[in-house]
């Protein structure tokens, strides 16, 4: 069952998209450092990023100085939420965002 997946990319890029499997989303040579789910905040323009990747665990933030994010989701803060009570990660205030088409 297809489900909304999101990974980030050793290369800093995030993938999302309706998928079975995390790994559906890596492209040729992708090396993932996490993923999770995602959903549209539309009330507060937000993109939310949650849970773990069966495959590839959590979002290893720490390991990138910047996201690239698709275009369309321009002016979307993005936020990923921790599931144990950790502090949310604002992924927008946290990282530097750069667009790509």
């Not at 995390?22 to 939310?48: A, P, V």
């Not at 910047?66 to 990923?80: D, E, F, N, T």
Request: charged share 30%; net charge negative.
């Amino acid at each position: 069952m297809e489900q909304p997946k999101f990974i980030i990319t050793m290369d800093g890029f995030l993938r999302l998209g309706m998928v079975n499997q995390h790994k559906d989303l890596l492209l040729g040579d992708d090396k993932c450092i996490g993923g999770g789910y995602y959903q549209f905040d539309w009330t507060s323009n937000r993109l939310i990023l949650d849970r773990a990747s069966y495959d590839f665990g959590r979002p290893r933030w720490h390991l990138l100085d910047k996201l690239q994010v698709p275009a369309s989701y321009r002016g979307l803060r993005i936020v990923y939420l921790y599931d144990d009570n950790q502090e949310d990660y604002i992924v927008s205030d946290e990282l530097r965002i750069e667009y790509y088409e």
